[in-house]
């Protein structure tokens, strides 16, 4: 796969933060990306106001960038949430009804790709009845997304970071992935490989990739150590991109990486030249000239 010849899309979650919501999609465009990525942008909100969807629509469109992917409700993130679909109570109602207005303002957008955040565990609460609860939301996701011919997204986070989170290995989110798929008989739950996230677990990455990418539909990246951009940390990209090519994986690369110090239009330079949109062709010296003039 490589560099040259990846579709790379940008987190407008964690990339453009500088900006306000509705600026990031028109610099993600003059930055040269036709396509995006996001959290749930309403933290508190899992039902916002139309006129803020309708806002964000419209910043999309008007930046004429494709949103190919994006995140239920998941509590306070960036924060101390992990996701909310395992929370008892108020959380895990909260992302139920999140589900409905997620999928229509996606699907308003030509996007059917979701990512459900697990959430973390919660004290005094038995570990059981949280897993129940998260398989009875994920399929009631799943069968929310199926309405659509979507997909429905588990991703493994990791352990140093996200401490509380139970998935925090590629092994684990199969797991809940495969009973998911079993408890709806649709096939629609995917593995969202964050490589950033595996590499922090120790995992060994393509092993991952050499078992995984048949289950998976949405990889996403950040170079390891820091969360920066590729070439900022020890992991191979070159390599990595090239194995999952060869796995058979052809979809989208998330960048999903911290920026560092400048503003986020500089933090794509390890990008080759492909990523910005071409010039324009030069004019044609021959359109001015006569219609009976020799070519």
């Known amino acids: 796969m490589g560099f040259t010849d990846t579709r790379f899309n940008v987190n407008l979650s964690i990339l453009f933060t500088e900006l306000p919501l509705l600026e990031r999609p ?6 040269g990306f ?24 419209a ?19 960036p924060g101390p949430d992990r996701g909310a679909l395992s929370v008892p109570g108020e959380e895990s109602e909260r992302f139920r009804a999140n589900v409905p207005v997620a999928i229509a303002f996606a699907t308003s957008l030509g996007c059917t790709t979701f990512n ?11 570990p059981a009845e949280q897993d129940e609860l998260a398989l009875a939301n994920l399929a009631f996701a799943a069968r929310a997304v199926g309405e659509v011919d979507g997909t429905l997204l588990i991703e493994a986070l990791n352990a140093p970071e996200s401490p509380k989170c ?39 990455l393509d092993e991952v990739i050499d078992r995984y990418t048949a289950k998976t ?10 969360r920066g951009a590729p070439g900022t940390g020890e992991l191979d990209f070159d390599g990595l991109l090239d194995r999952l090519e060869k796995a058979g994986y052809d979809g989208y690369i998330g960048l999903e990486y911290k920026p560092g110090e400048g503003p986020s239009a500089g933090a794509f330079e390890w990008l080759p030249a492909p990523c910005a949109p071409p010039p324009p062709p030069p004019p044609d010296p021959s359109a001015d000239l006569p219609a009976d003039a020799p070519a």
């Open 26 to 31: 028109a610099a993600a465009r003059a930055a």
């Open 34 to 57: 036709t396509a995006v990525e996001l959290w749930w942008p309403w933290v508190d909100a899992p039902v916002p106001e139309q006129a803020e969807l309708d806002a964000l629509r």
């Open 59 to 77: 910043a999309l469109e008007d930046a004429g960038v494709q949103l190919v992917g994006l995140n239920f409700y998941a509590g306070r993130l």
């Open 116 to 126: 459900a955040l697990y959430g973390n565990r919660v004290e005094g609460v038995d």
């Open 166 to 204: 139970p998935i925090v290995s590629a092994p684990r989110a199969i797991e809940v992935i495969d009973a998911v798929n079993a408890a709806t008989g649709l096939d629609n739950a995917r593995f969202l490989m964050d490589l950033y996230h595996l590499s922090m677990n120790g995992e060994d």
């Open 217 to 226: 539909a949405h990889v996403q990246i950040a170079d390891n150590p820091g």
